[in-house]
């Protein structure tokens, strides 16, 4: 088969829920992607940071293999010998007292949502049905009818309705939008310390310790959806830790098991996830034994291969090359660690031209948001290749 049987399959027998660049990959290692007529590529997209320990990580294959051939799954019905060491090494490394495993993020997002609402009416005696969560515009948290019925994306909403109630939407970045929302009924107030999807928007400097000191004079639970921005990606373990901030409840996700298999959990205090009784909330797959190992291997290689210092230091040096470009087309060069936006102005025709011009060039970028590139690479990158991905970088950000 050539590229284009591969392309025509897809275009023929699945559904349309994507435009993907026309590039068809068969093989990954480290930050490089090889398609089918064997062409190589840097990752600048990592699966939406889902792969931040880098493509096809040979401990990660070991682990996976070696537990694919013991045990793979026995629901929640029975205990595993891994679930509790993946538990372990999570408070170990977040000081979160508890873990709740799931597999995608929005389920885990949709979990958050479960017990913060449980917890305003166990804990905070909200009266019942009552109970309100505030969110952020530009807010992009997964694609469940809850999730996408408080989008303010219209695409994302448009014929899914009728939505689920109690959910208010403010401005991000706004500190006094989060106190002016909050009435006796506000349970939690959930947000992106980075907003990844809406264009990688950085909110203002001391933004989350306001949030924080909000959250606690009127006891509301602050959740943060850390799935992209969380596990390094951002340079610091958390986003949130750019600002010394603590939130009650941690959402994490894609990095969690490295890109092999989709984990994802909700970390938490006892006080929160205490509250779940058996019965209360659950997923088949959510604390599968392969999932364990594979997470917990790569929360290893996280640490152990210092992934998150090389984010901070090669994400600066990336950011700061980035910005020195002379380019007739850029508005802004914003972002932290390895997660960083280039918005162009709208004059210059939207992201993606530029996208397929870096693909042309051995690069793989994805627009966001029509008039924002965004680099995000895997955290095993190395400054020879950032240096050598900026050369053309440059030309790109140059064409007519
Ligand atoms: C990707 C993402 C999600 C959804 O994760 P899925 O695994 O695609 O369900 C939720 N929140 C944020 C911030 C994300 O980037």
Known sequence: ?????????????????????????????????????GNKYMDCLSAYSAVNQGHCHPRLTRAMIEQAQRLT???RAFR??????LYQSLHHLTGYELTLPMNSGAEAVETALKVARKWGYRVKRVEPEQAEIVVCE??????????????SEAQYREDFGPFPPGFKLIPYGDAQALEAAITPNTVAFLVEPIQGEAGVIVPPAGYLKKVRQICDRHKVLFMADEIQTGLGRTGQLFACDHEDV??????????????????SAVLSSQEVLG?????????????????????????AVLTEERLIENARELGEYFQERLAEIPSPHVKEVRGKGLL?????????????????ALQQRGILCKETH?????????????REEIDWALGHITDVLNME
């Open 275 to 299: 509250l779940f009784r058996p019965g209360d909330h659950g997923s088949t797959f959510g604390g599968n034994p392969l999932g364990a190992a594979v997470a917990l291997e790569a929360l």
């Open 80 to 85: 595993n010998n891994k679930l509790g060491q």
């Open 73 to 75: 799954l026995t629901s």
């Open 1 to 37: 088969m050539q590229t284009s049987d591969y392309i025509a399959l897809e275009e023929q027998y699945g559904a349309h829920n994507y435009h993907p660049l026309d590039v068809v990959l068969e093989r990954g290692e480290g930050i490089w992607l090889y398609d089918t007529d």
């Open 246 to 263: 603590r939130p009650d409840v941690m959402i994490i996700g894609k990095a969690l098991a490295g890109g092999f298999y989709p984990v």
């Open 138 to 151: 530009g807010n992009f948290h997964g694609r469940t009818i809850t999730i996408v019925g408080f989008s």
């Open 370 to 382: 029509r008039h924002v590139i965004r680099f995000a690479p895997p955290l095993v990158i190395k």
């Open 340 to 356: 960083i936006g280039v918005e162009l102005k709208p004059e210059a025709g939207g992201a993606r031209r530029f996208c397929e």
